[in-house]
């Protein structure tokens, strides 16, 4: 294989560009079509156009950079080998159907529920000879399958070595991205109730990510009113103390990027007790898990009480996502090599 066309948010900030990058490290030559303007916002930032919100609601979502077009034209030179779709939502099911190469859809989303779904992608799901999820149970027989999909493969979450790393931050680094707590992510109530409890028992903490302004959270915690994304993100991994994970409950998540993100920077994660947690890291030793607010506090107030007890778990963690090969580059290679296997 030497020539992939890849469509999709490739802006600088999304886990799209940092796939698209080790794509870039496997493959000869990509030709790629953003599906998203890069108007150097942070995604999630901009809150979008009433037209747009309605046609995503309507399941059909508005294709903002003639996507469709930009891809039909590569595809007309007829040097392409692989079509790599990412969560290109309002890409004509037609451009699939007739590429005469193969398809792979790719997303870290829950594309088997309907929220996450448009029109055009469960028409366009029979005809793609591989679809890529982070989520097991999209490929149980109430998953993807039960909507037409030919062959679902489940990836584990994944880290980028060049943003996700250990670094020596300086005290003005310290000062502007670290806390005893950090959290990164988008608001949810539960995670505001859990947060502001902790900010409000004397823990300084600290959240960066989108939603957050205007909520009722506690005074005490220190909100940033922006998301923590590319270099930002790594110093607040390396310049914080404890980082805590929280769930998606809209996705009915099991883990998040963060849960291997963290590690990978050689941080010290505190996170929801999951199967998948559970399954990726060995609890006390290579990680930590909390159940609830009253264990998320204690573990916690531990974790900063000991610093030699923090670092070394932190390590452990770091060596295990390492030791388990979780970067971008082994998932785009095991995406490569089921797609040679998949008829």
Known sequence: MTRVLFVGDVRPWTRT????????????????????????????????????????????????????????????????????????????????????????????????QR?????????ALPHYRLVVTTKPRNAGPLGLARIGARRVLVLPKAFDPELHRPRVVTQFERQAFGS??????????????????????????????????GRRVSPRLRVE???AHGL?????????????????RANGDLST??????????????????????????EGVEAEFFGDDDELSSKARAALRDPVRRATIAAAGRRRVLDDERSHETA????????????
């Open 115 to 123: 929220h996450n779904q448009s029109r055009n992608f469960r028409a």
């Open 257 to 282: 990027g963060r849960s291997v993100e963290v590690p990978a920077a050689g941080a010290f994660l505190l996170t929801e007790r999951t199967t998948e947690h559970s399954a990726l890291f060995r």
């Open 17 to 112: 560009e940092q796939r698209l990058r080790a794509l870039r490290q496997l493959v000869e030559h990509v030709d790629v079509v953003p599906t998203e303007p890069d108007d150097g916002a942070p995604p999630g930032t901009r809150r979008p156009s009433l037209r747009a919100r309605v046609a995503r609601r309507l399941g059909r979502p508005l294709d903002a950079t003639n996507a469709v077009r930009g891809a039909q034209a590569v595809l007309d030179r007829g040097d392409v080998d692989l079509l790599w779709i990412e969560k290109a939502l309002a890409l004509d099911p037609a451009l699939v159907a007739d590429a005469r190469v193969p398809a792979v859809f790719v997303s870290e989303d829950d594309m088997a």
């Open 180 to 213: 005893e707590l950090a959290f990164v992510g988008t608001y949810e109530a539960p995670r505001a109730r859990s947060l502001s409890r902790l900010a409000d028992a004397g823990f300084d903490v600290r959240v960066w990510g989108n939603g957050w302004r």
């Open 232 to 248: 930002d993100y790594g110093l607040v991994l390396n310049a914080s103390l404890v980082h805590l994970g929280f769930l998606r």
């Open 332 to 343: 785009v290679r095991r995406i490569l090599a089921a797609l040679e296997d998949t008829p």
């Open 225 to 227: 009113g922006r998301a």
